[in-house]
């Protein structure tokens, strides 16, 4: 159940981000850096 929810937390930052960036490529680019971001919010 919590990794369904960080997926879904991964996708709300994911959106945010290409609001942001406005780029094509912001998702492949940033989103491991998303995932250990979320990580350490979480205290996985």
Known sequence: MIYADR???L???RLD???A???GRFISDLLPG???DLDAILGE
């Open 7 to 9: 997926r879904e937390l």
């Open 11 to 13: 996708v709300h930052h």
């Open 17 to 19: 981000a290409g609001v």
């Open 21 to 23: 960036t406005h780029s």
């Open 34 to 36: 998303l995932e250990i």
